[in-house]
């Protein structure tokens, strides 16, 4: 057993050592200890902090007082009636182009 154990620590020992030689790992290693590693992280945490705030700005509920909540009712309501009225000149409207179609057919036939 504690021959295995030896072998697995020389072996483990063994890998890690090619590894730190290789010049990709040490270009790597060398980034992550460097200064554009750390200014890249805080450029990124900072872009991530400020998405959530825009996120949470943008879902959170809007804090409305009585009044602008009495205030936006009313003026629902008034847009309703307008769109209703509108419907109701829209579909006179058609009715009148319909006659003023049959008149000039009328007249033309004379």
């Known amino acids: 057993m504690a021959d295995k154990d030896k072998d697995l ?9 090619d590894l730190l030689t ?4 040490r270009r790597g290693l060398s ?5 554009e590693f750390k200014a890249d992280r805080e450029r990124i ?3 991530a902090g400020e998405r959530l705030r825009n ?6 509920p809007k804090k409305r007082t009585s009044e602008t909540v009495t205030r936006e009712r009313e ?16 579909l006179r409207l058609s009715e009148l182009l319909e006659e003023e179609e049959q008149l000039r ?6």
């Open 9 to 17: 620590k020389s072996s483990s020992a063994e890998i890690i050592a």
């Open 22 to 25: 290789d010049p990709r790992v």
């Open 31 to 35: 980034y992550l200890g460097g200064e």
């Open 45 to 47: 945490r900072q872009g």
């Open 55 to 60: 996120i949470r700005n943008r879902y959170r």
């Open 75 to 90: 003026l629902t309501l008034r847009l309703a009636e307008v769109e209703a009225e509108a419907a109701e000149l829209r």
């Open 105 to 110: 057919g009328a007249l033309e036939g004379l």
